[in-house]
């Protein structure tokens, strides 16, 4: 139910539902709206990278990483 809610939250952000919300909370914090938005793609490009890696997993197990650590920020699928 929780990631339900999640996604109906994410899709109103998306469709501008939350803008005055997000401006008002940006602007008390101080943090510019272009910096939130690189942040919230990355979360997102995130997420998807880990589904992917989910989905895919009967392939990973096969992959050995105790050598080396993972760099989240360049994962190829």
């Known amino acids: 139910m929780q990631t339900k809610d999640a996604v109906i939250t994410l899709e109103g952000v998306l469709a501008g539902r939350h803008d005055s919300n997000i401006d008002e909370t940006l602007n008390m914090y101080q943090v510019s709206a272009d910096r ?42």
């Not at 938005?37 to 895919?56: C, Q, T």
């Open 36 to 77: 939130w938005w690189s942040s919230l793609y990355k979360v997102i490009e995130g997420l998807a990278v880990m589904s992917r890696l989910a989905n895919n997993r009967h392939q990973q197990l096969g992959c050995d990483f105790e050598d080396r650590p993972l760099d989240w920020d360049h994962v190829e699928v």
